[in-house]
Each structure stands twice: as structure tokens, then as C-alpha cells.
């Protein structure tokens, strides 16, 4: 057990100086690298004289710089925000708006002006040689925010999940225990603003391992993927299902061309029988686990070894075993189905300077906090199964979208009348597309012509994981009795047919 993130990856640096910590694509960094210039950029924050509860926003892509300011934040007792490189300007704006940091590190040029002082990439390398190594005790304590993660949000702004060092410490210490990350060469290939990649991040980093990155021009490009993937040497794999369905496409992703690659870890998004059946038989000695878990309850809350049995036993894969310190109450009053109650010290202590949404989603009883999941399941003895969402929130390729967001900024685009997206699912029920189900102002020209404009003002507005790959036009949408969109109507009328 560590009872320190920090302290535990100093120490690793202090043991093994030379060992890579990271490696993108061949160019590497080393556990001295990654100690001594996040302390030096620990130094560089304290300077500044902020308030002790002001985060420090990171703004980037996947690479050691992120990393190191991310560590530099933390050490210098501010929470960071990791926000990719590819977030839209009105995100990005929303994000500062909500969060107000105190600080905002460009490892990337920030393409919006705002008042928040900022430190350029090259400042930042400055800062690795000019700044002495941060003396002392780190400035963090356990009930203190690590980090916060922004999510889709229903009304089109998202909300900050804060994760304390408390909670991260339970995460790890459950990693490090159940899967062996000692020395091992992990897969990283999440966005850092998707909580995914903390999967790969802290078990790695606190076992002395090596993250091995796979950056997402190299994922957006099947060719590069497949050239790329088997020189990583990998140990244990970290991704979404989608990212394997798309590398079991590839005949050589097999053991002979992956002879190291023993363990797979599955969370995002639901793990389907024929996803397990085929990787198993593709890697029948590998061991391969499905977990789950809210971004508010830190990561990841349950994990299963998905056996011959498990395959044999369960057409729909049940999601895991709670983990220890955790409790999952399912919360019914007919049946043994029901919403997902998630308590611990897992939990996180809410939204960033949102109450109202934190008092809708979280209570505590007798001084451990309570998180409603809004995930729908049930307990087969101690084996959890996930039956669905309660509400229209998704998971699509392993994030978390509220399709109440698309459509708040679908409604905004000035030649859209009413716009709703809705999932299209494959035959395991698992969401494959986003439908965009528009009804415009006006003539746009020919339905290619208007998915083209109505695509163009959402990639200004939201993620592009959030933007419908599909579009269909409609005279009017269809109406419930209370006079609302029927969200549910035109789900089952774009599932019925393409």
C-alpha cells in the first residue's frame, strides 16, 4: 500500500534515475527527468503566490510535457485539469468559465484570448533549467483535489469532477494490488482529458513502469496503427472496446507478433460477449478483465476476469466484483434491478463550483460519500451486471456523452429549427453512431450540402466525439403528449431501419 502518489513516483526516480517513464513513439523520458522538472515547475507555481484551492489548467496533447506540469501542479499543491488539444473554442471557453484557474499551462498554443496568465511550451522548458528542484514536503493534502476532469454536461456547459488525492490513492492501491504493473510497458493511448488514461497513468508511474504512447494520429490512421502498435513491446493493455475491435480487424495482432502482451483492462464503455469471445480466442492465455466505473467515483469501482466460464455462462458480460473499501447499493422497489449507488472513498467530493449539480448527484450516509451513477443494474451474488443508462446520457467509443448537450448546441446553430441526437446500436446493444435528427429553418441546398454546414458549426462548438456521423432531415419531429421532443420515438425509429 502507498500512501502517497507523489512521494512513491520521487522515490522510483530515486531508485531507478535512468528508467524510461514515458516513451511516444520512441523518443523517451526518464523517472529523474520526470521527478526534478515537475519539482522545478513546482517551484515556478509557488512563485506565483496563488490561493491554495486555485487549479492549475493544462492544455495539450499526449505528450511528457502535459505529464510534468501535471505532477509540477500537484506538487505545488493546486489541482490540474488536463484539456486536449483538440476541444472546441466554446469548450475551452466554457471550461475557464467554469473552473476559473488560477494558472493556464500551453503546452500547446491556447487558440483563445483570455485574462487567465499563462506559460508558453518554451517558458516551460525554460522553467526545467532555471528553476531550483522544490524543496520540502509537497504541499498536497489526502482531502486535497489531484485533479479535475471536465465531463459532458446536460445544459451545454461541462461539469468539473474533482478527484482528491484520497480518492486516487484508493484507485491505485486497488491497480497496483489486483494487476501487476510492476515494470511493465503500459499501453497510454486516451486523451489525458478522458479519466481513462489515469488507468495507465498513476499504476504505471508509482510501480516503476514504462507508458508507452500511442498519440491519436496514429490511432485516427489504421495503417500507422497496425505498423506501430507491435513494436511497442507491451505488457499490459489499456483502452476502450472500441480500440480493440478495430485492432482484431488486423490478423497479425496475435500472440506471435505480441509476445509480451499478457493483460488487457477494459473500461469506457461496455465490454460485449463478442468482443471477449474473439479476443480470447485470439489471445487464449492472456487474461482479460472488464471493469467499470464513473468518472465521479474515480475510474474504475469493479473489474472480472472474463474466462471461458464468464463466456460460456453470460451472453451479456456482467461488469465485475466491487472492489475493496467500495459498496454498489442497487437502489428498487420492485425488483433486484435498479439505479447504481456507488459509496467510498473512491467517491468524489462533487462539481467544481457547482452545488446544485452536486447536491443532485451526491449525499452521504454516516460520513461516506454517495454517488448516483444514473447506471442501471443488478447483483448476481456478489457479480455486478450493467442494464443500461436511466436517462439519454451514452457511451460512444469509450466517452461519456449527454445527448442533452448536442442538442442544446444543435438548437443553436442559426439555420437549425429543432435538432436532437440520438444513438444507433449494434446487435450486443452497444451504441456504433450518433444520429443527428435535424429539422432546419430553411433550405440548406441538397441533404449532403446541409450535413456538411450543420457538421462545420458543431465541430466549433463541441468535442468531435460529440458531433452525429449520420444526419437525417425531417419536416417536424415527433411529439410526446406533454408536448416534447419524443427522444425515445426517434430512437426506435432510426434503430428500426438505416
Same mark, same amino acid.
Given at each position: ?167 486516487? !490513492?484508493?484507485?491505485?492501491?486497488? &491497480?497496483?494490488?489486483? #494487476? %501487476? ?5 503500459? $499501453?497510454?493511448?486516451?486523451? /489525458? ?49 472500441? !480500440?480493440?475491435?478495430?485492432?482484431? &480487424?488486423?490478423?497479425? #495482432? %496475435? ?5 509480451? $502482451?499478457?493483460?488487457?483492462? /477494459? ?49 451479456? !458480460? ?181
Amino acid at each position: 500500500m502507498i500512501d502517497n502518489i507523489l512521494k512513491q513516483i520521487d522515490q522510483e526516480a530515486q531508485a531507478h534515475p535512468n528508467r524510461i517513464a514515458f516513451d511516444h513513439l520512441g523518443q523517451t523520458n526518464t523517472y529523474q527527468e520526470l521527478a526534478d522538472w515537475s519539482s522545478r515547475v513546482a517551484s515556478a507555481i509557488q512563485r506565483l503566490d496563488l490561493n491554495h484551492d486555485v487549479p492549475i489548467m493544462v492544455y495539450g496533447g499526449q505528450t511528457f510535457d502535459m505529464l510534468v506540469a501535471f505532477l509540477g501542479a500537484v506538487k505545488a499543491g493546486h489541482a490540474y485539469i488536463p484539456v486536449d488539444v483538440h476541444s472546441s473554442e466554446q469548450r475551452l471557453q466554457t471550461i475557464i468559465e467554469a473552473a476559473q484557474p488560477g494558472f493556464i499551462i500551453c503546452v500547446e498554443p491556447l487558440p483563445i484570448e483570455t485574462a487567465v496568465p499563462q506559460l508558453s511550451l518554451t517558458e516551460l522548458h525554460e522553467v526545467y533549467h532555471s528553476f531550483p528542484i522544490k524543496q520540502g514536503e509537497d504541499s498536497l493534502h489526502l482531502n486535497d483535489n489531484f485533479y479535475i476532469i471536465f465531463t459532458s454536461g446536460t445544459t451545454g456547459k461541462p461539469k468539473g469532477v474533482q478527484i482528491s488525492h484520497c480518492n486516487l !490513492l484508493s484507485f491505485v492501491n486497488w &491497480m497496483k494490488y489486483d #494487476f %501487476n504493473f510492476e515494470e511493465k510497458n503500459v $499501453l497510454l493511448q486516451p486523451s /489525458f482529458s478522458f479519466d481513462l488514461s489515469v488507468m495507465a497513468i498513476y499504476p504505471t508511474l508509482t510501480s516503476g513502469g514504462t507508458l508507452k504512447v500511442l498519440p491519436k494520429e496514429t490511432t485516427d490512421n489504421f495503417m500507422s496503427l497496425f505498423s506501430v502498435l507491435p513494436k511497442l513491446a507491451l505488457d499490459t493493455w489499456i483502452s476502450t472496446p472500441s !480500440l480493440i475491435d478495430i485492432c482484431l &480487424m488486423d490478423q497479425n #495482432f %496475435n500472440p506471435q507478433n505480441y509476445p509480451q $502482451l499478457a493483460t488487457f483492462l /477494459f473500461c469506457g464503455e461496455e465490454l460485449t460477449h463478442a468482443t471477449a469471445s474473439k479476443l480470447k480466442q485470439r489471445f487464449p492465455a492472456a487474461h482479460i478483465y472488464n471493469t467499470y466505473g464513473p468518472t465521479e467515483t474515480t475510474v474504475a469501482v469493479t473489474s472480472v476476469e472474463i474466462t471461458d466460464d464468464i463466456l460460456a455462462k453470460y451472453a451479456r !458480460l456482467p461488469i465485475g466484483y466491487v472492489k475493496p473499501e467500495t459498496t454498489i447499493f442497487v437502489k428498487s422497489h420492485r425488483n433486484k434491478k435498479g439505479e447504481l449507488l456507488i459509496a467510498g472513498p473512491n467517491v468524489s467530493k462533487g462539481y467544481l463550483h457547482n452545488q446544485a449539480k452536486t447536491e443532485a448527484a451526491f449525499f452521504d450516509i454516516s460520513g461516506v460519500r454517495v454517488y448516483r451513477s444514473g447506471d442501471l443494474g443488478y447483483f448476481e451474488g456478489k457479480l455486478l451486471f450493467y442494464t443500461g443508462r436511466s436517462d439519454f446520457q451514452i457511451k460512444l467509443n469509450g466517452y461519456r456523452i449527454e445527448l442533452e448537450e448536442i442538442n442544446h448546441y444543435l438548437s443553436e446553430i442559426p439555420f437549425v429549427k429543432q435538432g436532437v441526437a440520438v444513438p444507433k446500436y449494434d446487435q450486443q446493444g452497444k451504441v456504433k453512431q450518433l444520429i443527428g435528427t435535424v429539422v432546419l429553418k430553411q433550405s440548406a441546398g441538397d441533404e449532403l450540402t446541409a450535413t456538411h454546414r450543420v457538421k462545420q458549426a458543431l465541430s466549433k462548438l463541441v468535442m468531435p466525439y460529440m458531433i452525429p456521423q449520420r444526419f437525417k432531415y425531417y419536416q417536424k419531429l415527433p411529439l410526446s403528449a406533454n408536448g416534447k421532443v419524443d427522444i425515445k420515438a426517434l430512437i426506435t425509429a432510426v434503430n428500426a431501419h438505416d
